[in-house]
Structure formats: structure tokens, C-alpha cells
């Protein structure tokens, strides 16, 4: 397993793998499919401040993660938000995990004190994987999102770094 950052010859599959959790899942909150050109964007943006990361088995990209900072307003400075998505068929396989220790480790070169995680829940997989890298469950809000016909609860889970 290789972690490596994202390149712009990766939006396809960057695309096809976050488009499966877009069509089949509540676990992204869009509900219709992204273009190669909008996960472009995407890119650009986020790896202009923060880092956002590939991981390759056998060749093949099998997931992606990136950080993202948290809110706008300048008090927020010090807080990313990360979200980490394995290609369908590849998870627990340990790219998660592998992305997300890549990831946390780019992160703490960046002064950022309080690293969160909203997961849609339930979503027992993303919850043990935040949670056997440290972070901690600290708010969940109630039917906050709708989709695929019912309401969806939001947990978020926090990780504080030592700076």
C-alpha cells in the first residue's frame, strides 16, 4: 500500500470512488453525481491550504482522504475537518486507516489544534476507525440531513493535538 498526495490525473477515480457513497449511501450528504471536472475543483481548492491524499494497492487508487479547513471565520484558524472514502469492495483493508495516519501526520505540520470527523450515522466502520486513531465522539445531532427517504443523524468526533 502506497499514501501519496492526489494529483489532477487522479479526479476520475477520485470521482468514481466518492460517486459510489453520492448514488448508494447516506454517508456523503450530495445525492448527485460529481464530474471529473468538479472533483478538479475540488482538489485545487482543498491541496491549496490542506493536504489531501491517495491511496494505491496493486497499482489502483482504492481511496482518498483530505483535510479541509473547519469554518471561514478567523478564531477557526487552528481546526480542519477530515473525511476519508475506500473504493466499494476495498474497505477494511487497512487503506483507511493507512490514509488517515498519513493524513493526521501532514496535518500536524500545519499548526492545526483540533482535527474533527462528521460521520453519518450509523456507520459502525468510520466510527472504530476514528476512534482506534484517538478521536472522541463529542456531539451528534438528530435528523440533521435527508436522504434515501429518512433522516439522517450526524455524530461528530474530535482529535486534539499537543501544540
Partial sequence: MKIRKAEHSDAAKLAEIYNFYVLNSHHSFEDVAI????????????TESCPFLVCEAD????????????????????????SVYIESGFE?????????????SEIK?????AVI??????NDASIKLH?????????????????????????????????
Avoid at 464530474?35 to 482543498?46: A, G, N, Q, W, Y
Avoid at 477494511?92 to 493526521?104: D, F, H, I, T, V
Avoid at 470527523?117 to 450509523?122: D, E, N, V
Wanted: hydrophobic fraction near 40%.
Fill in 35 to 46: 464530474t471529473v471536472d468538479e472533483m478538479l475543483d475540488r482538489l485545487d481548492s482543498i
Fill in 59 to 82: 497499482g489502483e487508487i482504492r481511496g482518498f482522504a483530505y483535510a479541509v479547513h473547519y469554518k471561514p471565520r478567523s478564531a477557526y484558524r487552528h481546526s480542519v475537518e477530515v
Fill in 131 to 163: 476512534e482506534s486513531l484517538g478521536f472522541e465522539k463529542v456531539a451528534h445531532f438528530r435528523e440533521v440531513g435527508h436522504k434515501m427517504g429518512r433522516w439522517i443523524d450526524v455524530g461528530y468526533w474530535e482529535l486534539l493535538n499537543d501544540n
Fill in 92 to 104: 477494511r483493508q487497512g487503506c483507511g486507516a493507512a490514509l488517515y495516519k498519513e493524513l493526521l
Fill in 117 to 122: 470527523a462528521g460521520i453519518s450515522l450509523p
Fill in 109 to 113: 505540520k500545519m499548526n492545526v489544534h
